[in-house]
T-cell receptor
Framework: DTEVTQTPKHLVMGMTNKKSLKCEQHMGHRAMYWYKQKAKKPPELMFVYSYEKLSINESVPSRFSPECPNSSLLNLHLHALQPEDSALYLC??????????????FGSGTQLSVL | AQSVTQLDSHVSVSEGTPVLLRCNYSSSYSPSLFWYVQHPNKGLQLLLKYTSAATLVKGINGFEAEFKKSETSFHLTKPSAHMSDAAEYFCVVNARSNDYKLSFGAGTTVTVRA
């Protein structure tokens, strides 16, 4: 299994809703990442978990809350989002911890629309 | 500090003709360099990476890139474009320091004409 699986593929939510994005990998990778990507732009790093500990938070607003229940699973909890948060949310993983010359394995993303 | 500039926002080629995507970088350290491809509504996939071994790097799907330190460039090429190469391409750099952060270029959109 060489995949990063993200669910759901599409999500529409209102500004008062609470929802969660899920990411799973069974490659034994030790670092997992959340990226946000607006249309026609490169991905922007949001969070990094390395060995199941939150290592990096790129000053992301608290309405985004990451969680890493175990080494295979990464969640992103969403609450009180704004329309400008609409974007493609990508999960990625790397084999070792937080090393930056490693290959990133990306999921296909969740396309989020906030109404 | 590090940064990466993709010189073309859009490249259009005919099927069967060569593809050239240009990337220049700046880095205070010897960098690691990557090219990723993103097809519509998909995640990014690594095409190839340079980490100080051979300067000519071969990747998947017939792509290759040459690291030229004197020109601070890492251009991506393919001899013969296929319709399936239509996608967004990102050049990515990491300076070998304690900085964990990758720098992404703005991206180049490739269209392939039949």
């Amino acid at each position: 299994d060489t995949e990063v699986t993200q669910t759901p593929k599409h999500l529409v939510m209102g500004m008062t809703n609470k929802k969660s994005l899920k990411c799973e990998q069974h490659m034994g990778h030790r670092a997992m990442y959340w990226y946000k990507q607006k249309a026609k732009k490169p991905p922007e790093l949001m969070f990094v978990y390395s060995y199941e500990k939150l290592s990096i938070n790129e000053s992301v607003p608290s309405r985004f809350s990451p969680e890493c229940p175990n080494s295979s699973l990464l969640n992103l909890h969403l609450h009180a989002l704004q329309p400008e948060d609409s974007a493609l949310y990508l999960c990625a993983s790397t084999r070792q911890g937080l090393l930056t010359n490693e290959k990133l394995f990306f999921g296909s993303g969740t396309q989020l629309s906030v109404l | 500090a590090q940064s990466v500039t993709q010189l073309d926002s859009h490249v259009s080629v005919s099927e069967g003709t060569p593809v050239l995507l240009r990337c220049n970088y700046s880095s205070s350290y010897s960098p690691s360099l990557f090219w990723y491809v993103q097809h519509p509504n998909k995640g990014l996939q690594l095409l190839l990476k340079y980490t100080s071994a051979a300067t000519l790097v071969k990747g998947i799907n017939g792509f290759e890139a040459e690291f030229k330190k004197s020109e601070t460039s890492f251009h991506l090429t393919k001899p013969s474009a296929h319709m399936s190469d239509a996608a967004e391409y990102f050049c990515v750099v990491n300076a070998r320091s304690n900085d964990y952060k990758l720098s992404f270029g703005a991206g180049t959109t490739v269209t392939v004409r039949a």
